[in-house]
């Protein structure tokens, strides 16, 4: 597809006429409802559309990894016909995740090892990780905690609440807690607050996160009560996970928007996904829709060492090109960091295309995005008194 096709397409629209004709709007706009009537098996997604051999097989095999479940919010989005759509390629299983490559891990980022409370992933000096939550609204095949995400592994996600809080009030070196897990937005509103005002209540906090995809999935959720609530609890941040232009509808935007409006400032993960996302003309198109519902594109990750994931990976070069393909060209706001999360357990590495041509004691040679050649002198000793 050309650029210009991309252009016309960064108008944010709603949903093209859905798989669900005969639902009433009370009923689609209920959270509630889209919960409920999340597709979960081989047979009510066959009602919908044409799944390819790879995908039944893929359905057929994966059930006792990562379960599937698929919002009907989301499910409007894939398209009927094709499966390389790259709707489908995020949430339908497909046979590929049976394949076995040793390089790939279980735990791909070590988080079981860095948890001084199960459920709290201490990792960074001043910042723990709290997964609050095993479930999510619908479950991405590349997500990186499959081993313990949706219920269906061997694995179990057994977050024990008060001992972490007692860790975080007597570890004064935290001062930004992310809760993540599964997705902390299924919680209900109450939930949500108590865990919330627990945390504000220790001093030392500072900065508090949630990582959701519950705006994309789920836009229903996202009700003014919920930002009345949220807005209690400020320093708070957002980390939203969008990877294809096409997730940001008009619902979609609606939910950020009201999110932006309760002071809440935002930041998109993308994971860098081979024929979702792995071309620069379908980043920029996410980048500059990011931007017009009031997200900051935060990272772009290259895809985790995950089990079943090698249709998925990309070559790193490919996320440098990417990188190279937005930097300069576009607004500085719409560039996310480009990161590695280290196998085993290193944290987040950047990663950035080079830009120093030459550097020694005396000067730096710098080339710019069109690959013009700058040099910029360093500094030297100054010598006033000779
Ligand atoms: C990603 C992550 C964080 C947050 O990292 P930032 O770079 O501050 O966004 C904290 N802890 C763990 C374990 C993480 O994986």
Redesign the pocket.
Known sequence: MNSAQYDSSIQIQSHAPGYWPNVTPEKWNDHKWQLRNRINSLVELEKHIELSREERSGILLSGNKLAMSITPHFMNLVDRTDPNCPIRRQIIPRVEETLDDPMELTDP?G?DS?MPVPGL????PD???FLVTDRCASYCRYCTRSRVVSGVGEQQLETQYEAAFEYLERTPSVR?V?L?GGDPLLFTDAKLDRILTRLRQIPHIQFV?I?SRIPIFLPQRITPELCNMLKKHHPLFI?VHTNHPKELTSEVQEGLIRLAEAGIPM?NQSVLLKGVNDDVETQRALVHKLLMCRVKP??LYQCDLIKGSSHLRTSVQKGLDIIEGLRGHTTGYAIPQY?I?GPGGG??IPLNPNYIVEHTDNHVTLRNYENKKFTYPEPQPLEVFQ
């Open positions: 980022c988080e860095h992933v201490h990792r960074y910042r723990v990780l930004d992310l993540s996160r990582g980390s930041g935060y990272y990161v999360d944290g987040k």
